[in-house]
């Protein structure tokens, strides 16, 4: 089988697909790509399974060698991609000639890069899923982020096409505010009115913390809600409240249980853009209609044919 070579792994590489699902009763995380949308488009271009495992490489400075022809595709954030010194643009697809090297600037848009090769990464899969988790160490290469030499199976059938890209208008604007529907939870009603109504009013900032685990916000404190709850499962994109104030959204790599109020979680058509936000990115929540956003997410994974 032919390889793709880490020359530079960059601030962090992983190995990621549409996720480890069904394992969080045994204590897991999920894991997967944290922004499906560009995930999603970079399989598609290569006529890719959606399950195929790709490259998610955030803030950049990173760069891979090809052993074999093979077509590949670059969704996501802006990083001044080059191959051999020509210009690779994101949203379309490209060939890596064996001997070429794909070199990844820093992000000058968005934070995270999905790369695509044709016929997927071949990884070994652990509980049905390629995906890397660190905090699970299991996944991609030996549960970690690639390092330099790390050297990933691909199956190179290099079948020519002529380069196809994604239609502008799914493309999108990572410099744009970023507002995310809530869809309130059960819990919507711990918290008093006045902090619910400071929560929509807020601006917040994104905070250099922030990781795969969770979006961590910055900006006047929530307060008036419950102290905490019985520990109980976290879904996709809760938004928690712990006891300075500050919410956290939580992502792919959160933990199976915890114990702080929520308010609700993020719509989860909503969550590609925060899994785009950059540290002091501002956000706004609004209110979410449960029907329409539904409907909004069926349609986008019936179109790349996702599993839920």
Known sequence: MA???VIRPGTLTLVQDAGRLGVASHGLSQGGAADMHAYCWANYLLGNPMDCAQLEITLGQASFKAHADIECALTGAEMQASLDGEPVYTWKTFVMRKGQTLQLGYARSGLR?????QGGIHTPSVLGSRSTVVRNQIGGVEGRPLQKGDKLPIRASLVQHSPRYVPPRFIPDYDTPIELHLLASSQWDYFSPEARNQFFDNHYHVKPESDRMGCRL???A???????????GIALGAVQIPPNGQPIVLLNDRQTLGGYPKLGCVARIDLPRLAQARPGKDIRFIRGDLVSLRKAWQRFSHFFGLPY
Do not use: C, R, W
Request: net charge negative; proline share 9%.
């Open 218 to 220: 910055e900006g006047n």
């Open 113 to 117: 890069a999905y790369l695509a090769v």
């Open 222 to 232: 929530i307060l008036g809600g419950p102290p905490g709850i019985v520990s109980e």
């Open 3 to 5: 390889t793709l070579e």
